[in-house]
């Protein structure tokens, strides 16, 4: 195993918002060959400085198995109206491509990017976790591949520019709903510092990589901070008193059954809420930084300044931003 980081990197989704934050960041690096996978009907335009783009149909494994064959690591995202399979068609091909090399077996990041999935109870009640983790198994089940999750929190301007059912904060109608007392905190993330994990990662030594974290995950934070904070940060942002908000109170627990009672009646905004909600649970929350630690030192990261992150959502929500918009802030 070489002392040398990764060269060749593979990345499905490279014009999505995760999947363009983690590419601009390792193209920034300049120190891989970087392959964007994408559908062969595909228009979204991809950042500039990829070195090859191969279109393929994510349902043929053996078209995807020759784009992987000479891949050394591969970056999965992957949009939520994505095919069920479409993940296990990717890991298999992968899989293959490496059972087929001489020596490159590829290493894999899943369309994961959430919280920790190593916690039973999130597992069995976040409406997340467990499917991501048996993501993870999947590929370690390959004995070929194995896979490094990135567990970032929530995407904090997606989730804060969204509204109230989400992080409970409304940014255009000044209102915000806070869970319990609002005091709970949570590791969450940016776009960005995503991207800037995912080059530092693959700025470790391959064996120094394998050694942290094969078959592990990475975890990485912007901030852990609480409603309270987020609150506070868009008053200062907009220039707002707390006077000019009208501030409610939600119990957690119940807010988050009545989540699941609205998926069951078909509520889109049923999942978000109940999946929300149950990070800021005062027990086998979102806080991972408190639970877990951070490997922000071991992948070149500091924490960002949470007015900064503020201000990107504040005109994502006033401009009326939605998800699969552009992100231009």
Request: charged share 25%; with cysteine; aromatic share 10%.
């Given at each position: 195993?070489?002392?040398?980081?990764?060269?060749?990197?593979?990345?499905?989704?490279?014009?999505?918002?995760?999947?363009?934050?983690?590419?601009?960041?390792?193209?920034?690096?300049?120190?891989?060959?970087?392959?964007?996978l994408?559908?062969?009907?595909?228009?979204?335009?991809?950042?500039?400085?990829?070195?090859?783009t191969?279109?393929?149909?994510?349902?043929d494994?053996p078209?995807?198995?020759a784009?992987?064959?000479?891949?050394?690591?591969?970056?999965?995202?992957?949009?939520?109206?994505?095919?069920?399979?479409?993940?296990?068609?990717?890991?298999?091909?992968?899989?293959?491509?490496?059972?087929?090399?001489?020596?490159?077996?590829?290493?894999?990041?899943?369309?994961?990017?959430?919280?920790?999935?190593?916690?039973?109870?999130?597992?069995?009640?976040?409406?997340?976790?467990?499917?991501?983790?048996?993501?993870?198994?999947?590929?370690?089940?390959?004995?070929?591949?194995s896979?490094?999750?990135?567990?970032?929190?929530?995407?904090?301007?997606?989730s804060?520019?969204?509204?109230?059912?989400?992080?409970?904060?409304?940014?255009?109608?000044?209102?915000?709903?806070?869970?319990d007392?609002?005091?709970?905190?949570?590791?969450?993330?940016?776009?960005?510092?995503?991207?800037?994990?995912?080059?530092?990662?693959?700025?470790?030594?391959?064996?120094?990589?394998?050694?942290?974290?094969?078959?592990?995950?990475?975890?990485?934070?912007?901030?852990?901070?609480?409603?309270?904070?987020?609150?506070?940060?868009?008053?200062?942002?907009?220039?707002?008193?707390?006077?000019?908000w009208?501030?409610?109170?939600?119990?957690?627990?119940?807010r988050?059954?009545r989540?699941?009672?609205?998926?069951?009646?078909?509520?889109?905004?049923?999942?978000?809420?109940?999946?929300?909600?149950?990070?800021?649970?005062?027990?086998?929350?979102?806080?991972?930084?408190?639970t877990?630690g951070?490997?922000?030192?071991?992948?070149?990261?500091?924490?960002?300044?949470?007015?900064?992150?503020?201000?990107?959502?504040?005109?994502?929500?006033?401009?009326?931003?939605?998800?699969?918009?552009?992100?231009?802030?």
């Amino acid at each position: 195993m070489s002392t040398a980081p990764l060269k060749r990197v593979a990345i499905i989704g490279a014009g999505g918002h995760i999947g363009r934050a983690i590419t601009t960041a390792l193209i920034a690096s300049n120190r891989h060959t970087i392959t964007a996978l994408t559908r062969p009907d595909s228009t979204t335009p991809l950042p500039a400085g990829i070195h090859h783009t191969v279109p393929v149909s994510y349902s043929d494994i053996p078209a995807l198995t020759a784009a992987l064959r000479d891949i050394q690591f591969l970056i999965i995202t992957l949009s939520v109206a994505a095919p069920p399979d479409t993940h296990s068609n990717i890991v298999s091909a992968a899989a293959a491509a490496g059972r087929d090399a001489v020596l490159t077996q590829p290493d894999i990041m899943p369309n994961v990017y959430g919280g920790d999935i190593y916690d039973p109870t999130l597992r069995a009640e976040d409406l997340f976790s467990g499917g991501a983790y048996a993501r993870c198994l999947e590929i370690e089940a390959t004995k070929t591949s194995s896979y490094v999750a990135l567990l970032c929190g929530f995407w904090f301007e997606w989730s804060l520019s969204l509204g109230e059912p989400f992080f409970g904060i409304d940014i255009k109608n000044r209102k915000a709903t806070l869970f319990d007392d609002g005091n709970v905190k949570i590791t969450t993330s940016t776009w960005e510092q995503c991207g800037r994990a995912v080059a530092g990662l693959l700025a470790l030594p391959e064996r120094e990589l394998s050694r942290r974290f094969k078959n592990k995950g990475v975890y990485v934070g912007s901030f852990t901070v609480s409603q309270r904070d987020m609150l506070e940060s868009v008053q200062r942002v907009t220039g707002t008193k707390a006077e000019d908000w009208e501030v409610g109170f939600e119990e957690s627990v119940g807010r988050y059954k009545r989540g699941l009672e609205e998926m069951k009646a078909g509520d889109r905004y049923g999942f978000a809420r109940a999946l929300y909600t149950r990070a800021f649970f005062k027990e086998n929350g979102g806080n991972f930084e408190a639970t877990r630690g951070l490997d922000n030192e071991v992948v070149g990261v500091e924490k960002e300044e949470l007015d900064e992150a503020v201000k990107k959502a504040v005109k994502m929500a006033e401009s009326s931003w939605v998800p699969g918009g552009a992100y231009d802030f």
